[in-house]
């Protein structure tokens, strides 16, 4: 079992930054990625930011130049900053696990609301 909880979301205006947090506890052994998700109201859940277990990392477009996914692999914890926020970003961020011999991310955080405002 992975526990996983993010922080750090909050309320920003636009053109602001925000740093993610996800703490990773438990089997974390057997962690072979990480990724940032969010929500938007009455949107799908979309997939934000992936970081490997080998350190490569994906972005989706709408967040490339603008969102960077790190890890601290001491505090077993992974990143997301944030910067040039949009209002467009505002949702809420769940962090992901995924682990070796299974497909999809079958941990989840709780969330973090990310607000922008215009």
């Known amino acids: 079992q992975v526990q996983l909880v993010e922080s750090g979301g909050g309320l920003v205006q636009a053109g602001g930054s925000l740093r993610l947090s996800c703490a990773a506890s438990?089997?974390?052994?057997?962690?072979?990625?990480m990724g940032w998700y969010r929500q938007a109201p009455g949107k799908q859940r979309e997939l934000v930011a992936v970081?490997?277990?080998?350190?490569?990392?994906n972005y989706a477009d709408s967040v490339k130049g603008r969102f960077t996914i790190f890890r601290d692999n001491a505090k077993n914890t992974v990143y997301l900053q944030m910067n040039s926020l949009k209002p467009e970003d505002t949702a809420i961020y769940y962090c992901?696990?995924?682990?070796?011999?299974?497909?999809?991310?079958?941990?989840w955080g709780q969330g973090t609301q990310v607000t922008v405002s215009s």
């Open positions: 438990g089997s974390i052994f057997s962690i072979n990625a």
């Open positions: 992901a696990a995924g682990i070796s011999g299974s497909t999809g991310w079958p941990y």
């Open positions: 970081i490997t277990s080998g350190g490569s990392t």
